[in-house]
């Protein structure tokens, strides 16, 4: 569902429980400082930004929506997901390579038509809105009309999309192979057309090291260093079969990380999805570097790829954000990607509270992606990218939140038990972007 701006008043107050972060919460601290919750509270948004919010009543010259007894959160960010892959989404029985070869390009493949690609796009970011997420780094495909029916898409919903053309010029079937001097041009004609373009922004897309050659690695890191702006998307150590592929491909790199430093594609706007099968060279270059790991939960668990070590990340100075990759994850909900990501975390004798979970979809995703200022959080002059919950849907929700005894019970119970059947309505810098039939 969209919605044109005459429908969004100027003045608009939202009452209910405001749940945000101002700074990030410690691991395994359920009685956190940087934990922001003010229930029954209304969120004033004037002119699409966040303006304050306060107890009281605001009074005449504001639109006011009472959601009391309702969770409203920032809207979700979604660091990695892959717009054609709603395709594939729960499809049957293999690990990563061969899920590539089976379903994933098959249907990448298809988005060489420009209105495959638009209707794919528009179905895509209307589906991410119908989750509470309201920004997102994504991959379209190989071919140009599909990023470029993306970037139009987000910008006719206001919506924060970080998207490009993905690379790969070799071990790729047939239609979805470029080459290097095709693909430059592409990307500069995307970048020229689209970066910095509403609340849109390019990132050099990297499908994985094993499907670039080294020139076309060495083209996609030469774009980044010629512009600090551009952002870069990548995959790296998601699978130990991968794993061993990349050091036959690369013999001189030191690790499947150190691929992507040596031509200069790790830097504070490089978002490298999984990085499980990482040490700790990698973690410290990671830290170096400032590019962080979009840890993928769901995907990790479906096929079978492994186990993130986000503590240990943490202690590296890694910055760690939450992110569906759908379709290898198997829900676009930010809250089924963090309840697996509890149980990832509980293999590994650790726990993730809502806190860190809820903060790694929102604010920590922000200060990733270096947009703290713009959105993630309910600070003053933040674009208001809000979403309204309810905080159970539901008889056994509603059981066990009766029984919920203080905030972090409440927000653990709503982060497992919930999903998109509880998000109430989306907006988007103020607009309203979706709301519940």
Avoid at 287 to 316: K, Q, V, Y
Wanted: proline fraction near 5%; include cysteine.
């Amino acid at each position: 569902m969209t919605t044109d701006r005459s429908a969004s008043p100027a003045r608009l107050a939202l009452k209910g429980d405001l749940l945000d972060f101002t700074a990030t919460p410690r691991w395994a601290r359920v009685d956190d400082p940087a934990v922001r919750f003010r229930p029954d509270h209304w969120l004033l948004i004037e002119d699409g930004r966040i303006v304050g919010a306060q107890a009281h009543d605001p009074g005449e010259g504001w639109v006011r929506e009472d959601h009391g007894g309702r969770l409203i959160l920032p809207g979700f960010v979604d660091t990695h997901v892959h717009s054609p892959q709603l395709d594939v989404i729960a499809s049957y029985g293999t690990e990563l390579l061969d899920w590539l070869n089976t379903y994933t390009f098959p249907a990448e493949q298809r988005y060489m038509d420009p209105e495959v690609a638009r209707y794919g796009a528009d179905r895509f970011l209307d589906a991410l809105l119908a989750h509470g997420t309201t920004s997102a780094v994504v991959y379209p495909t190989v071919h140009k009309v599909s990023a470029d029916a993306l970037f139009d898409a987000a910008a006719e919903r206001g919506m924060r999309l970080i998207t490009g053309k993905v690379l790969m010029d070799r071990n790729a079937p047939e239609g979805l192979r470029d080459d290097v001097v095709q693909a430059e041009r592409d990307c500069l004609d995307l970048i020229a057309r689209h970066h910095g373009r509403a609340r849109l922004a390019y990132a050099v897309t990297v499908r994985f090291a094993p499907t670039s050659t080294p020139a076309q690695l060495a083209m996609a890191g030469a774009l980044c260093r010629a512009d600090a702006s551009l952002y870069m998307q990548t995959h790296v150590a998601e699978n130990r079969g991968e794993v061993e592929w990349v050091a036959q491909l690369f013999p001189e790199a030191r690790s499947y990380l150190d691929v992507y430093d040596r031509v200069g594609l790790l830097h504070p706007r490089a978002v490298l999805a999984h990085g499980i099968w990482l040490d700790d060279e990698d973690r410290r270059v990671l830290a170096r570097t400032g590019a962080h790991i979009a840890h993928c939960p769901s995907s990790n668990l479906f096929l079978g790829s492994g186990l993130f070590d986000w503590p240990g990340a943490l202690e590296a100075g890694v910055r760690v954000s939450a992110a569906s990759d759908v379709g290898g994850g198997t829900s676009l909900s930010a809250q089924r990607t963090l309840a697996d990501g509890y149980k990832v975390q509980a293999l590994g004798g650790q726990r993730l509270t809502a806190w860190a979970g809820l903060h790694a979809a929102t604010r920590g995703a922000a200060e990733a992606l270096g947009l703290s200022e713009e959105l993630g959080h309910f600070g003053v002059a933040t674009l208001a990218d809000v979403c309204i919950w309810d905080w159970a849907a539901g008889p056994v929700a509603e059981a066990r939140m009766d029984l919920a005894r203080d905030p972090h019970e409440r927000a653990f119970a709503w982060m497992t038990l919930s999903d998109d059947r509880n998000l109430v309505a989306s907006y988007v810098a103020g607009e309203l972007r979706y709301r519940r039939p």
